[in-house]
């Protein structure tokens, strides 16, 4: 199976600082990359579906200028939370699908703490 | 507004025995639903998935099952072994695997020794 990858893995920040993550598909291209949200004990929610070469589309109720998405090559998205506050502490998770597979490969997942 | 739920937020079984997950959606547009494995800080693994022209889908010890008039499926692990102790979710899609998936609110199996 594909391999999809995220950097940082855990991060704290002051609140009102900007936080970026990527999200790499390492074996594949991905002109297409989903960013999920996951707080604790509950489901992951689909934030924004990440296209290389166009604008992001946000899911309702996602705030598209707080979380400003870039998808500027085949294999990298990245996710910027904007002015973080303590109430966008959360585990982000990427995807990615492949051609030829009919499902998509997750990435580990970045833990943001906003202080 | 939950278009993918489990109802049961966790499941407790015995080494060896059945584990039974279930899943209901609304959506009557979803047409391929998966299921993946999580474990804490980390990301969704797949499991196996199904689409609804099948009502059902075997890989070794996982099935499973799909009532698409019931809008209900479910996955069964057999025999169950303790590393099979994790959260499950039930996904489903519109179009297929690769487009986006909306997940259930996920079931956390222990099988116990």
């Known amino acids: 199976g594909a391999v999809v990858s995220q950097h940082p893995s855990w991060v704290i920040c002051k609140s009102g600082t900007s936080v970026k993550i990527e999200c790499r598909s390492l074996?594949?291209?991905?002109?297409?990359m989903f960013w999920y949200r996951q707080f604790p004990k509950q489901s992951l929610m689909l934030m924004a579906t990440?296209?290389?070469?166009?604008?992001?589309?946000?899911e309702q109720g996602v705030e598209k200028d707080k979380f400003l998405i870039n998808h500027a090559s085949l294999t990298l998205s990245t996710l910027t939370v904007t002015s973080a506050h303590p109430e966008d502490s959360s585990f982000y998770i990427c995807?990615?699908?492949?051609?030829?597979?009919?499902?998509?490969?997750f990435g580990p997942g970045t833990r943001l703490t906003v202080l | 507004d939950q278009q993918v739920k489990q109802n049961s937020p966790s499941l407790s079984v015995q080494e060896g025995r059945i584990s039974i997950l279930n899943c209901d959606y609304t959506?009557?547009?979803?047409?391929?639903f998966l299921w993946y494995k999580k474990y804490p800080a980390e990301g969704p693994t797949f499991l196996i998935s199904?689409?609804?022209?099948?009502d059902k889908n075997e890989d070794g010890r996982f099935t499973v099952f799909l009532n698409k008039s019931a809008k209900h499926l479910s996955l069964h692990i057999v025999p169950s072994q303790p590393g099979d102790s994790a959260v499950y979710f039930c996904?489903?899609?519109?179009?297929?695997?690769?487009?986006?998936?909306?997940f259930g609110t996920g079931t956390k199996l222990q099988v116990i020794p």
């Open positions: 959506n009557s547009m979803f047409d391929y």
């Open positions: 996904a489903a899609s519109a179009g297929g695997g690769y487009q986006k998936v909306t």
């Open positions: 990440s296209n290389e070469g166009s604008k992001a589309t946000y």
């Open positions: 995807s990615a699908p492949q051609q030829g597979y009919n499902e998509q490969f």
């Open positions: 199904i689409s609804s022209i099948k």
């Open positions: 074996d594949f291209q991905a002109t297409t």
